[in-house]
């Protein structure tokens, strides 16, 4: 019977353990992608007004 219940207890660690690393991949991968758009929309802003960003 323990070991029933330790088996629950590791099962639903685990499906905890993995929701969270999916919610933390998905803000890391938020993250990158408002970088990129960021670095974008500078890079075309300084293509118009012509100067340069390094």
């Known amino acids: 019977m323990i070991n029933k219940n330790w088996i629950k207890v590791i099962g639903l660690a685990a499906t905890a353990i993995g929701f969270g690393a999916t919610?933390?991949?998905d803000w890391v991968n938020d993250?990158?992608?408002t970088e990129e758009i960021?670095?974008?929309i500078s890079e075309a802003l300084s293509k118009i007004s012509g100067t340069t960003t390094d």
């Open 23 to 25: 919610l933390l991949t």
């Open 31 to 33: 993250k990158k992608m």
């Open 38 to 40: 960021n670095v974008k």
